[in-house]
């Protein structure tokens, strides 16, 4: 409050001192001091009756004001600082680009690698199991074969057997050969 009454003294003696240095520089007529005074008590009285009624809204809105630019300023000075940060952040991703992009290629080339192992492994696997269903197959059809040419040789020994026996062997030797035979099947 001393500060305001301060300010308003101010005020009024540099509009009196103002006045003071315009009759000087004017045409030598005189001041008509009692018009003067009233008009200056005029209006003080006026903004007292103004700093009465509204001063606390005024102040306080000049005093929200300065808190409100306060705040606005805080703000931005904030801002500033997380813009910076951010900043920093992405010049340290920008310095670390070319490290991170060799890490990425070192990882995708090991993880390729690790891919065509798995592959490889898996395609040998493959083979040796297609190789084994190839040599059981073979060795199948090899005994299928083997049994076959048995087959054919045993049937060309008949053949020739009975051949052999039919030209040497008569009737009568022919039913005792055949009578040990049967004998020998039956007892077995």
Not at 8 to 13: G, K, P, S, Y
Not at 67 to 92: F, G, N, P, S, Y
Not at 128 to 145: F, H, L, S, Y
């Amino acid at each position: 409050m001393k500060r305001m009454f301060k300010s308003v003294a101010l005020a009024a003696v540099m509009v009196v001192l103002a006045c003071g240095v315009a009759h000087a520089a004017g045409d030598g007529h005189e001041i008509p001091w009692m018009n003067f005074f009233l008009r200056v008590l005029n209006t003080v009285i006026v903004v007292a009756i103004i700093w009465k009624f509204g001063g606390k809204a005024i102040a306080g809105f000049f005093r929200g004001r300065t808190d409100q630019i306060k705040h606005e300023l805080a703000d931005l000075a904030q801002r500033r600082k997380d813009a910076e940060v951010k900043l920093k952040d992405v010049e340290k991703g920008i310095a670390n680009l070319e490290a991170e992009k060799a890490q990425i290629l070192a990882e995708a080339r090991s993880q390729g690698e690790v891919m065509k192992a798995a592959i490889v492994a898996e395609a040998e696997k493959k083979a040796a199991q297609i190789k084994a269903a190839a040599e059981m197959a073979a060795e199948t059809e090899r005994k299928v074969m083997i049994e076959q040419i048995r087959e054919e040789v045993a049937e060309m020994v008949v053949q020739t057997a009975a051949s052999i026996i039919k030209d040497k062997l008569t009737a009568e030797e022919h039913q005792k050969l055949v009578d040990k035979y049967v004998t020998k099947v039956v007892l077995n």
